[in-house]
Each structure stands twice: as structure tokens, then as C-alpha cells.
């Protein structure tokens, strides 16, 4: 690690812990980061109006370790950023969520997933140790392994509300300039699941997730790093993905192409039209986009009847039973499928969900940007239904539980354990008050 970049680092942990040392008030805190949010945008989001922690020069690459494969970065750095800085050198991050500005720190803090994650699980289960501040200033060093192993884990998924991120060390795998991918075209829920088990089980493509187009146009796309490829293909202006997985038989893409193939969206695209596109592509990614919709939210956004965006996750053994049902309920498509292994039994949620679940594949089924019909709440019905299928709703957008439900599926114990060390004044709020109150 670069002394200058260490001191520096230091100089801003420094700060920022002694300003939290100092603060005597008990009213929340919320962070201040340079690059957007890419939770769901929410009229009344309470983080508007709180007091800031400035954190905007939280985005530094402090070491990149080419012969261990490890990289330190301060969790303000965009994957974006990352990719650029690791590609050259032949290694890449480990499950790159596919919006450009995603950040380190909100892919621990706030899930993530990619293609990869049917080999690696999510973006934490890459990484290797945390610095965290708390909110009385102290500065903990956390590892799976050391004094503050249940920290290390309840990091992942708190949605900021146990700590601040400050540096993450994390993994980093060998990667090739060029992505071929070959788009599989099933026409029945039972062959894309048994074609998804079977790349599951053989681990035999570098990458692999897919689209449902509809009930009887399911297209499973897989892939692998190649040094060399006859063509390549861009998805970042006139051309959309997604829609290419429908009629192409198999692709080339760069590999920074390949990890934006949807920073436009992943089904729910936006410019929508070719004009929208041709006149605004180039210059409207998800950064901008959920930019405008955060400043324009007064006007565009409602949160009585919110389009339904929410990534869900499915034990394998129940996903042919919710996509049935899914179908005849629901009915939007196309759907995002990215298979999830099982690679540990994640401290945050409740003990009681890992005794029930067998499976050692989940299944993340994407829903952007349904408009909800008459007066149904869909977020709702989604929560009732992957409860009784053991399922688990990611809390990037709208959640409608009940305290005790709330607790329920995720650990009030583990929770309850930090937060007394982390935030015993909850100036942080706690994961119940900050995902499901508005
Ligand atoms: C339309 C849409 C599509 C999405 N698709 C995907 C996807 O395909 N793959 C995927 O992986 N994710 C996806 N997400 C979810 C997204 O990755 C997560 O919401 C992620 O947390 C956003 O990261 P961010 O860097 O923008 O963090 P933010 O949105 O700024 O923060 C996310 C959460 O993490 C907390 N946090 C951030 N930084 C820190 C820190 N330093 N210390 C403590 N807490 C912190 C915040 O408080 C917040 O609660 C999608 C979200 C949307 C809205």
C-alpha cells in the first residue's frame, strides 16, 4: 500500500471518527458519498432531510496486489473505476454489479449480485476484511475470523445502519480481454432449469445468468473470458441487450462492455425508444438517470403506487412453483435470472430461514418496473408469497412488513449484538426503521 495513499486514508478515517467522537446530538446521520445512490429513489426517503457525514472523499484505490490478487479500495470507488484500474494488469473484482457507479461499499452495505455469483455468492463473500467506524469514533479492524467476525458479516446487507464502511480489502480473479457468450433458447420452465443445474453442477462457463421473455421464451445466457474474439458488440447507446438475448445465438463483448451490457437497465431500459436513444443514449447511463429521477422526484416519482422494481431471491427447488404462479398473478416480462450459490449462511437473516432451506443454489428473479394494477399492492403480495416459498425480497426498494414479520426473516439477535458495540445510540436508524418506515 502506498504510504501516501495510507496516510492520506488515515487522515480521513481521522476525521471523520473525530467528528463522531464529538457529536453529542442523537438525531440521525446519513452518508454523503460523490457518486449517486442506486437504491430504488423514494419521494419521503428520510436520508434528504438527516444530518450528512461527508464520506464524498471515500474513493480512493489504495493498493491493487497483481501477485496476491487482493485489492484495497475505500468504499466511495465505483466498480467502473475498479475494472479500469485491475483489467491492464489481467484481474477484474469478483461479482461486478452490471450499474457502472455501483460502489464497494454500497455492494456490501446495500447486496449485490452478477453473473458470476453462481460460483461466488455475492460481492461480500469476496471480501476479506472491513475497516469500520463506529458511531462513537472508534475504528474496528474486521475479518470472518478475528474478535469482530459477527461485525465482518452483519456489514453485508445493513443498508449503512450498523456502521461506515471505510476500507474493504477483497479478492480478484484473472480475467481476459473479451467475453463469448452463447445464448441458450428454452421453451419450457423444466429444460432452463435443468440447463442451469447443469452448468451449476459442471461450473463449466465463467459466467451465466438469463431472461425470461416470456413463459415459453426463456433464454439462459452463458459465458467465458476469451483472449480473442472474431467481432465485439456494444450495448451502451442504440442497442439493447436484453433484447439482443432474444434473437442472437451466441455474442462477443469486451469485458468492461460485457459488465455494463445493462448499465441502461436491465429490462426496464431508458432512453425506451431508438429517437430516445439515438438523440440521449450516449449521454443517459443509470448514474444520470437516477440522478434526474432523485432531483425530479417530486414529479416523477410516487410512493402510494411505486412501480414495482425488487430483485428476489428463490431456493432452487421452489422456483418452477413461483414463476408458474408468477405468470398467472403477475404476468410482467421479461424477468432478470441470476443463479446464487449458497456460499454461506448469511448472519443477517434469521436462523429459522436456513433451517428450512435445503438448497444449495438460489435463484434471483429481477422485477423492474411494473406498474401495479387497481389497487393491489404488489410489493405486499411478493412479501406473503416467497415467505410460504422460503424466499427472501431484497430491501433496495419498497417493504411493507410488520415489525415482528420483519424480524422474522432477518436476525434481530446478530443485529442487536452489533448495533450495541456499533451504534448503541442508533444514530444510524436501525434496518427495520430505515428499509420498511416512511
Ligand atoms: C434499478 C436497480 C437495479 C439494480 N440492479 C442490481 C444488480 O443487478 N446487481 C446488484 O448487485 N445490485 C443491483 N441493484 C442494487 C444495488 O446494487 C444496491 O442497491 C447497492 O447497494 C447500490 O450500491 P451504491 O454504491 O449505489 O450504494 P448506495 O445506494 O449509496 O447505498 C446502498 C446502501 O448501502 C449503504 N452504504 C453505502 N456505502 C456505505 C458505507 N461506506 N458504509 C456503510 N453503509 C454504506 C447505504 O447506506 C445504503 O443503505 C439495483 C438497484 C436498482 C435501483
Known amino acids: 500500500m502506498s504510504t501516501a495513499g495510507n496516510a492520506r486514508h488515515a487522515q480521513k478515517v481521522a476525521r471523520v ?260 436513444r439515438l438523440f440521449l443514449g450516449k449521454f443517459l447511463g443509470s448514474s444520470e438517470i437516477l440522478r434526474l429521477a432523485e432531483k425530479l422526484r417530486w414529479l416523477v416519482l410516487s410512493d402510494e403506487r411505486p412501480d414495482v422494481t425488487v430483485d428476489t431471491f428463490l431456493p432452487f427447488s421452489r422456483l418452477k412453483e413461483f414463476l408458474v404462479w408468477y405468470a398467472k398473478d403477475f404476468g410482467h416480462f421479461p424477468l432478470w435470472v441470476v443463479p446464487y450459490a449458497r456460499v454461506h449462511d448469511y448472519e443477517w437473516i434469521n436462523d429459522a430461514v436456513w433451517a428450512k432451506l435445503d438448497d444449495r443454489l438460489m435463484i434471483d428473479i429481477a422485477i423492474y418496473g411494473m406498474k401495479q394494477r387497481g389497487d393491489t399492492n404488489y410489493y405486499r403480495v411478493l412479501e406473503e408469497k416467497l415467505q410460504e416459498l422460503n424466499g427472501i425480497k431484497t430491501l433496495i426498494s419498497y417493504n411493507y412488513y410488520g415489525e415482528a414479520e420483519f424480524w422474522q426473516i432477518f436476525n434481530r439477535k446478530n443485529y442487536d449484538t452489533v448495533k450495541a458495540v456499533t451504534d448503541p445510540d442508533n444514530i444510524f436508524r436501525t434496518l427495520y426503521e430505515k428499509t420498511c418506515l416512511r
Open 17 to 276: 471518527a473525530e467528528q463522531l467522537r464529538r457529536r453529542t446530538s442523537k438525531a440521525p446521520l446519513s452518508r454523503q458519498k460523490r457518486v449517486v445512490s442506486h437504491q430504488v429513489p423514494k419521494v419521503h426517503d428520510k436520508k434528504y432531510t438527516d444530518e450528512k457525514i461527508d464520506l464524498r472523499d471515500f474513493d480512493e484505490i489504495l493498493e491493487i496486489d497483481a501477485e496476491r490478487r487482493i485489492c484495497v479500495a475505500e468504499p466511495g470507488v465505483p466498480f467502473c473505476r475498479l475494472v479500469d484500474a485491475t483489467l491492464p494488469l489481467g484481474l477484474v473484482p469478483i461479482v461486478v454489479p452490471e450499474l457502472k457507479t455501483i460502489t464497494v461499499g454500497g455492494a456490501v452495505a446495500g447486496c449485490s449480485i452478477e453473473s458470476m455469483s453462481y460460483v461466488y455468492g455475492g460481492f461480500h463473500d469476496t471480501c476479506l476484511e472491513y475497516e469500520i467506524i463506529t458511531a462513537k469514533g472508534d475504528v474496528l479492524t474486521c475479518t470472518p475470523d478475528n474478535e469482530h467476525a459477527l461485525i465482518f458479516q452483519m456489514m453485508h446487507g445493513s443498508f449503512g445502519t450498523v456502521g461506515i464502511l471505510s476500507r474493504l480489502t477483497f479478492r480478484l480473479i484473472p480475467a481476459k480481454p473479451f467475453v463469448h457468450l452463447r445464448h441458450e433458447t428454452h421453451t419450457s420452465i423444466d429444460s432452463y432449469l435443468a440447463s442451469i443445474w447443469s452448468h451449476f453442477e459442471r461450473r463449466d462457463v465463467d459466467f451465466m445468468d438469463g431472461i425470461i421473455h416470456s413463459p415459453s421464451h426463456l433464454v439462459l445466457c452463458v459465458g467465458d473470458f476469451v483472449d480473442r474474439a472474431p467481432y465485439t458488440n456494444r450495448y451502451d447507446w442504440l442497442k439493447v441487450y436484453y433484447r439482443s438475448t432474444a434473437t442472437r445465438r451466441e455474442d462477443y463483448l469486451k469485458t468492461p462492455h460485457y459488465f455494463y451490457r445493462y448499465d441502461k437497465g436491465v429490462t426496464n431500459v431508458h432512453p425506451k425508444s431508438f429517437l430516445g
